[in-house]
């Protein structure tokens, strides 16, 4: 079997994992941590990493530390994984779904900027959704891929709109926007370090940015809100710190970021490569923006494809030993977000069932790519 996306773990990992066994460092605290967060810090180009549990507890943090509360709105693309909507829920806030532009698959600044333009006011100094009466209270963007969206666009409406920006960056570890590393483009990036991202801790996440004050924030809040050296807490607090345990597995994974993001770039040329004779009438490919970490690759049906094409061909493809699979479902079409107030979404309605991943592991061969090109290419 030709895997989806399993981890690489031929490094130091075992090494690292040994040392914190014989020095009795498993927990929140040690050597690991501190390494593993200036070293996201450094390749994320931002004053400094809050390393967590895991990417849903760092975007819950994160929206948090920027204000976010009980009955307020958070804008984010209805095309994402569900953890992106799930950590706006955690705040008791409800997301306000958005659609996403074609050529990155991410959230599109003209949507939001028709959408704040048509149902928002400032009251006394408060952004509000018209409909609702609620506050509107971040925006948060998604590296869909590792694509970047038009972020100076995104900047400029948060300005306007006096709107946080946080970034769910949870697989765009590697990606650069403008030829420069993406810490300073929001007030806070979210990373994932769950076992299918390009860089695994097992599970886990990290908070980044350029504002000392706000990363400090998030810190004291993923750490239970704790003034030392008392039982002393000044605020409701979570326990989202990442293990040490964790960390010295990620300290292995990012030795070789650079490796991993060749290859990830790699898989993608590849496919792009060897199945471009059948498109654009039989498929098309996933959208890369300029520095995208192309988290993972794979093929789209066409727009008249059968409702069914895309399970039925990771079926075919499963029977030939190479494992496939369908791509996230819109947040409006999941069972706790269909009330929440929205855009027209015929972007990501229109794309989201056509769309098939295919295997992209760090580890993979050519021989195995080739494998996997030959047999689209003949079910196809
Ligand atoms: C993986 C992922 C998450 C969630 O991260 P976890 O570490 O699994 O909690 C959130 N958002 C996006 C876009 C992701 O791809």
Known sequence: MIPLAVPNLTGNEKKYLDDCIDTTFVSSVGEYVTRFESMVAEATGSVGAVATSAGTTGLHAALTAVGVKHGDLVIIPTFTFIASANAVRHCGADPWLMDISEDTWCLDDQVVRKELEKNC?????????????????????????????????FRALADEYHLPLVVDAACAIGATYEGADFGALADLSVLSFNGNKTITCGGGGAVVGCNQELLDHVRHLTTTARVWPDYDFDEVGFNYRMTNIQAAVGVAQMERLNQFIDVKRHVRAFYEAHLAPLSPKDISFFPTTEGSSCWFSGIVLPENAELNQAKEFCA?????????????????????????????????????QRIITLPCSTGITDEELYEVTKTTKRIL
């Open 316 to 352: 075919k493809l499963k029977e030939d030993g190479i494992e496939a699979r369908s791509f996230w479902k819109p947040v409006h079409l999941q069972a706790p977000y269909q009330d929440c107030p929205k855009s027209k979404l015929d972007v990501a309605e229109h794309m989201w």
């Open 121 to 153: 006011e400032f009251k006394g100094g408060v952004l509000v959704h018209k409909p609702s009466g609620k506050r509107v209270a971040a925006l948060m963007p998604v590296y869909t891929l590792g694509n970047m969206p038009n972020m100076k666009a």
